[in-house]
């Protein structure tokens, strides 16, 4: 995601919570609230970046919001690292739901 544009970040923050939810799938929410807990974090870290509530709807609308000429380099460098991570934790969901008993 290292060369996401800015309109691929607003698609990869608002398809978090359907990610979420597939993820997780029917798993009882405590065996998944660490790897939920750091996707809050997350969100929390773009959220302060982007001046808007820590909700992934809110981050991707305020992404858009914003020209791709006008970006600061370190934002949007910053924001790239949050959604690898993101995607990353995603992951990690599915991986401890399929190992669940």
């Known amino acids: 995601m290292s060369s ?3 309109s691929d970040l ?6 978090l919570p359907r990610r979420i ?3 997780q799938g029917d798993a ?8 939920v807990a750091a996707l809050q974090r997350l969100l929390g870290d773009a ?8 909700d992934a709807t809110a981050i991707a609308d305020a992404i858009s919001a914003v020209p791709a000429d006008e970006w600061d380099d370190s934002v949007l460098e ?17 991986a401890l739901v399929e190992e669940a008993p």
């Open 4 to 6: 996401s544009s800015p």
């Open 10 to 15: 607003a698609i990869a923050f608002r398809s």
């Open 21 to 23: 939810r597939e993820a």
């Open 28 to 35: 009882p929410p405590p065996s998944t609230a660490a790897p």
């Open 47 to 54: 959220a302060r970046l982007l001046r808007v509530p820590a």
């Open 78 to 94: 910053r924001l790239r690292e949050i959604a690898l991570e993101a995607g990353g934790t995603v992951r990690r969901i599915e």
